[in-house]
């Protein structure tokens, strides 16, 4: 019997656009699979949706709030249908990058010193000595991100806009300069080392990561053979440390500039990573000799609940 598949995607989260994207793209590689797929754009009513549909599994292409934080997973526990990716208690942790942060470092992760703090306290004054990062806690793609650079007089203004729709928790960190390396992790193993290079020399931000040419890839990053595999096994250690399944996506940062401190940190790890072919995940995969219609075909046949 064909299995039947509902693709989760759109949402109601800031990163709508990115999920429908992903969502479409796994839903035709899916297809051509042989699977029958329900094409689902979450909305409020998604479990009365679900419930009518009675798909054999969910391939949860969903990405932010409510997507990856443990919201939609807890929907599909409830209604005993499989899913893919993480369960409830890692989703929500990896999408809360300051408690995430507490965890991978107790287990032994390199992270980048900070601290959670109002975006009220971060506008009023700098929260760290420059250069520093700001974010909020729980989004993703880079939306609401400020990189505080040195000799900066004061902090963004921009936290304080009245239509602020980020929240209002923000993570200081430290900047660490050098470049940006992300590997992903399929069950339990990990995949190779990509370096992500912006065209414009800028840093990784909403554009970088998914206008047309805004990104190169390096694959495999080209740094020394030993950083390669710790980069690796700290994907793996981040991955088994916040409980994930199925695949996730780890960002590093590695200061190798000649006068550099050698620092290599973990920033976060991605529970939904995109989902598209030219997405990172994919392109690792794809890399390891797994083509996106095996990738997505694999995730599927992992799909479980009490994840």
Known sequence: MTKHVAV?????????????RSGEACAKALEGEGFQVSRVDVGRDVAEVLAKLKPDAAF????????????????????????????????????NKDKAKMVMAA???????????????????????????????????????????????????????PDWPYGDLMLAEKYIAGRELTCAVMGDRALDVIEIKTAGGGWYDFEAKYAPGGSIHELPAKIKENIY????????????????????????????????TGELVVLEVNTQPGMTET????????????SFGELVKWMVEDASCDR
């Open 107 to 161: 287990a032994g992760v390199p992270v980048a010193p900070g601290k959670a703090v109002s975006r009220f306290e971060a506008a009023r004054g700098h929260v760290l000595p420059p250069p520093y990062v700001l974010k909020p806690v729980a989004e993703g793609s880079s939306y609401g991100v400020f990189i505080v650079r040195e000799g900066t007089s004061h902090p963004p203004q921009e936290l304080l806009r």
């Open 229 to 260: 595999q710790n980069v690796q096994d700290l994907a793996l250690m981040a991955h088994r440390a916040l409980g994930c399944r199925g695949v996730s996506r780890t960002d590093f940062r590695y200061d190798d500039r000649p006068n550099g």
């Open 279 to 290: 997405s990172l995940a994919p392109e690792l995969a794809a890399y390891a000799g797994i």
């Open 60 to 95: 949860n292409a969903l990405h932010g709030p409510g997507g990856e934080d443990g919201v939609i997973q807890g929907v599909l526990e409830l209604l005993r249908i499989p899913y893919t990716h993480s369960g409830v208690l890692a989703s929500a942790l990896a999408a």
């Open 8 to 20: 989760l995607m759109g949402g109601l989260s800031s990163e709508r656009s990115v999920s429908l």
